[in-house]
């Protein structure tokens, strides 16, 4: 590996540089990490007991925790929300049981006991009786009604983070106070319940319930706490010494098979990567019907929304199973990269959730490389991307200073581009020397808490690189930089001449800021020279200047690219041919140079036409997704029917190609894309799509079957998209018969998709059914919104207290701001940010700045483009005839 770097810079650019790292925080200590709760009490166990009352929606609990006093002191403090405190007692260390009197504080959601004299250090026994609420919500302790075997049933399951244990029990609920759980709970004799641990004891009452006792838990935050009881059915199987199972609601063990194999391939995977096997005896995988959207990475029972876990072999799409491989992937990751190894505080949560995504793309790569999962992830990259180079954008670790800034962080931020930048550290740092410092992190850590400064330590000490300056910069500033790349070719050697600066989409940048940026630039096909660009410009010499010149050929970088026209050109010449993660990042930095006023729309128009017989469904995707930008800039605009037409003669070639039917012996991909590209002609209004689409549904109300897995959203979501009222009614009465969610999904977004307004109104209604999960309603109306903001926003201001009841934690904070986060119009943020200013907390109000930042960078284009579409999609031009006017 050979280059050769110019120095550049002054003073100015290594003050810029040294800000990032001067922010650097310290090793973990639990006296200095952040939070409400009083250090000078720590929880060893809780000794657990829950009762859920099903027919109240309601529980009541008793617990004792074994507590150390590590300091003299008169309080105890902890966390407790939504639940009455019934009695309390202390004894220990001399002192005689004696009662105390709770003191709630429902604002910080903490309750207090005064002793008459301060507790000495030592070991004490804290008994407390309580009550709490099972919820609709995803929240603490809810409940989950659903239909098996013809009958309603109801189970009851956990969702505890980022801050929601001490709505099951009086917790310490911060992630640096790690204790021990033996929990036991009273369920009907007909129920199964699950926990962290295997059951230990299992007893009949005397009222025909049995009790159920768990085994004591790991040492762990209160927000891995896991229970899951219903009438439940179990697969199962021994890998390694460990018990898996994949557990379900009734009839759907034939769904479990595939994640059933996934979990056995994915353990032996991380315990040889991190050298650290996974400690517990059994593990479960527990998919339940709605309560919410995602899943939850309890320790030895991780909960999942079954559309994110099971697959039908039958009738589930191979997406499907991507969704649950990677699901899967990153959940268990989560058993090292959170459980195992915790963040100390909330603002590092991107150490669980970033590696926890890190690492399921690795995964992914390892078992289905035939799924082209670092295409995926370079897609991915682009969403956060656009949102990371806007003003109201955040640091990958920034400050928290409270539970709903806690819940504000699960975000595209935290999880995508951490994700994002640790693949680029990985590739600067080296494999074997990032799976040294990895493996040095873990063992040196394990079942305690972490700062970002004992990974970089570890890392560096591995590598022997400036891992840590290098994170300081890319995990402490907002944003990222444009690199702009010029070349010179002089006797024989190409020079090549980079800088950067950091990229926005809104407005220009004040801060000035740079980073220490790790580079690979080489030749298409050729060899790569690595080098960190630690200056604001720097000059790099190739041997010779043959070869097409691309930096980044691997896509790992997380920033965006300008080449000089030359280079540029020489790009697009090729681009065809041109390796497929080159040509994916080349497409995606052409349109972001374009949405920035960077580079005329003619530019990326001129690129798409080369991709006539495109063989990526990933590069199909992302091309499809900036026409379909356009589409929506264009909304209600004589441009979009340009855009439309454009699309249109676009796709129809491939898709002729292709045909309608599934061929024997044809690839996944294949079938991926003829769905892929079917939707796009329904959606730009191609008429024999549309007709296509409503003559499969009527064969898909008659036999299901005789619709293919790959074919389904079309199909659907076609008729969906141009339903009249009996195609409406047919998709809802699908939808309240349909048996599993990731049926249930399916249908509601292509109820969500209907584009007349009085039928989306009739949408709507059917989203607030009690008989819908809260999932489903969210999803409705969101997808309502994309297409009828204004009808949306009226009926979700209308319903708000019915739709925040069925919000968790994270909904809360997004929801009103989402239903316009598609629009283009100002007044939609100018109207949402008012709202969400007089009804909302202060923390709902910064994602309401961010979602009307969007908005009205999104007008901004579309002031910009339209112009540009009228000038470069004349009536009588196609993809074929675009050329660059001189």
């Avoid at 660009?533 to 896509?555: I, K, M, W, Y």
Wanted: proline share 6%.
């Amino acid at each position: 590996m050979r280059h050769h770097r110019v120095a550049g810079g002054a003073a100015a650019v290594a003050l810029a540089l040294a800000a990032g790292t001067a922010q650097a925080e310290a090793p973990f200590s639990f006296a200095a990490t952040p939070g409400k709760l009083p250090k000078d009490v720590i929880p060893l166990l809780y000794d657990a007991h829950l009762v859920p009352d099903f027919g109240n929606d309601s529980f009541k609990g008793s617990q004792t925790v074994e507590l150390e006093v590590l300091r003299p002191t008169a309080r105890i403090v902890l966390n407790a929300a939504n639940l009455a405190i019934e009695r309390a007692a202390i004894e220990g260390q001399g002192l005689a049981r004696q009662s105390l009197q709770p003191q709630v504080d429902e604002a910080s959601q903490t309750v207090s006991f005064l002793l008459a004299a301060p507790l000495a250090p030592g070991r004490y026994a804290l008994a407390l009786g309580f009550r709490g609420q099972i919820n609709r919500e995803g929240r603490g302790l809810f409940g989950v009604s659903y239909k098996a075997g013809g009958a309603d049933r109801k189970l009851v399951a956990t969702l505890l983070a980022p801050a929601d244990a001490r709505r099951l029990l009086p917790t310490w609920d911060e992630p640096a106070f790690r204790a021990r759980f033996r929990l036991t709970v009273d369920v009907p004799a007909s129920f199964q319940a699950y926990s962290n641990t295997p059951v230990e004891k299992r007893e009949t009452l005397a009222d025909g319930r049995q009790r159920i006792s768990f085994a004591p838990t790991p040492n762990m935050p209160s927000y891995l706490l896991a229970l899951v009881a219903g009438e439940l059915e179990r697969a199962q199987v021994r890998r390694g010494g460990v018990e898996i199972g994949v557990v379900t609601t009734e009839g759907k063990l034939g769904s479990t098979a595939f994640p059933l194999a996934a979990t056995g391939d994915l353990l032996r995977y991380y315990n040889n990567y991190f050298g650290i096997p996974y400690p517990l005896p059994k593990l479960d995988q527990i998919a339940i019907p709605g309560g919410f959207y995602g899943a939850m990475e309890s320790w030895g029972g991780i909960v999942y929304n079954e559309a994110l876990l099971l697959v039908d072999p039958k009738k589930s799409p191979e997406g499907t199973k991507k969704l649950s491989f990677g699901a899967n992937a990153h959940e268990l990751a989560h058993q090292w990269f959170g459980n195992l190894v915790t963040m100390a505080w909330w603002d590092n949560l991107w150490l669980n959730e970033g590696f926890a995504s890190w690492m399921a793309a690795k995964a992914t790569e390892r078992f289905h490389p035939e799924w082209r999962p670092y295409l995926d992830e370079i897609a991915q990259r682009e969403k956060v991307l656009d949102l990371d180079a806007r003003k109201s954008t955040h640091p990958i670790q920034a400050p928290i200073e409270n539970e709903e800034q806690a819940a504000n962080a699960f975000d595209a931020i935290t999880y995508i581009k951490s994700k994002a930048f640790l693949r680029m550290l990985e590739a600067y740092v080296g494999e074997d020397h990032f799976r040294k410092g990895l493996r040095a992190y873990m063992a040196a850590h394990k079942y305690s808490n972490t700062t970002s400064s004992d990974l970089w330590a570890a890392l560096e000490k591995a590598s022997g690189k400036p891992v840590g300056k290098v994170a300081s910069d890319w995990t402490l500033q907002p944003g990222y930089p444009l690199i702009s790349v010029s070349q010179v070719c002089e006797n024989g050697r190409r020079k090549v001449t980079v800088s950067q600066e950091q990229f926005r989409l809104d407005e220009p940048a004040l801060e000035q800021r740079l980073w220490r940026v790790p580079l690979q630039v080489g030749t298409v096909d050729g060899r790569g020279w690595t080098t960190l660009l630690s200056s604001r410009d720097s000059t790099l010499t190739q041997g010779s200047c043959e070869g097409t010149l691309v930096v980044d050929p691997h896509s790992v970088g997380y920033y965006r690219i300008q080449y000089d026209r030359a280079s540029f050109d020489a790009l697009a010449k090729d681009l065809a041919r041109l390796p497929d993660t080159t040509r994916l990042k080349f497409l995606a930095d052409t349109w972001s140079l374009v949405a920035a006023s960077r580079s005329p729309l003619r530019d990326y128009l001129e690129l798409l036409p080369k991709l006539g017989n495109e063989p990526r469904v990933a590069v199909w995707a992302a091309a499809l997704a900036r026409l379909d930008t356009l589409d929506q800039l264009a909304q209600g605009e004589p441009e979009q029917a340009l855009v439309r037409q454009f699309t249109r003669a676009f796709v129809q070639p491939k898709f002729a190609r292709l045909g309608w039917s599934d061929k024997p012996g044809e690839a996944v991909e294949q079938r991926q894309l003829r769905a892929l590209l079917a939707g796009a002609l329904v959606r730009s209004g191609d008429e024999a799509a549309v007709k296509e689409a409503r003559t499969r549904f009527a064969r898909y109300l008659e036999d299901p079957a005789s619709t293919s897995p790959e074919m389904l959203d079309f199909v659907l979501g076609g008729a969906g998209m141009h339903a009249d009222a009996a195609t409406v009614e047919a998709l809802a009465q699908a939808l309240a018969e349909a048996g599993n969610d990731e049926e249930r999904n399916r249908l509601a977004r292509a109820l969500a998709a209907v584009e007349d307004p009085s039928l989306a109104a009739g949408v709507l209604r059917i989203a607030l059914s009690p008989r819908l999960p809260p999932t489903i309603a969210y999803l409705m109306i969101n997808g309502v919104a994309r297409v009828h903001p204004d009808q949306v926003w009226a009926f979700a201001v209308a319903n708000r207290e019915a739709l925040l009841g069925n919000a968790d934690a994270v909904e809360r904070n997004r929801m009103f701001a989402d239903i316009v986060g598609g629009s283009v119009q100002v007044r939609h943020a100018d109207m949402m940010e008012n709202y969400v200013a007089k009804n909302f907390g202060q923390d709902a109000q910064v994602e309401a700045r961010r979602v009307g930042d969007g908005i009205r960078v999104r007008a901004a284009q579309k002031a910009r483009l339209l112009p540009q579409v009228r000038a470069a999609l004349a009536p009588q031009q196609s993809p074929e005839t675009i050329t660059r006017k001189p």
